[in-house]
């Protein structure tokens, strides 16, 4: 199982990569393993404000839909294009090209909750 440590972790199997103000957020390998085949990302949240914990879109997979949580307080600023034709690459590239969004992180957002690599290895076994 890949679990970059540089990377922050959720309990609900989503990464972060936090870049000075900017978050980077997609769903982990484990994640898209327990998925199967990615064949549809949709958010619809760009520009939108949201608090952590919220939804800010959901994965459907051949044969489930799964919301998608943002980790930390922010405003979504990007979303990958790129998912639009192919969203498979969350299955073969989650913490590369399958990234999901950018979000511009708001002052003071609780950092508190995201795991390190090492635990977030200790929640999926």
Known sequence: ????????????????????????????????????????????????????????GSVEAVKTVSDLFLPIAGKVIQFNSDLEDQPELLNTDPYGNGWIIKVEVADGADHSELLSAEEYQAIIG
Do not use: C, R
């Open 1 to 56: 199982m890949n679990t970059p440590s540089e990377l922050k972790y959720t309990k609900d199997h989503e990464w972060v990569k936090i870049e000075g103000n900017v978050a980077t957020i997609g769903v982990t390998d484990f994640a898209q393993g327990e998925l199967g085949d990615i064949v549809y990302v949709d958010v619809d949240t760009v520009d939108d404000d949201l608090e952590g914990g919220a939804v800010f």
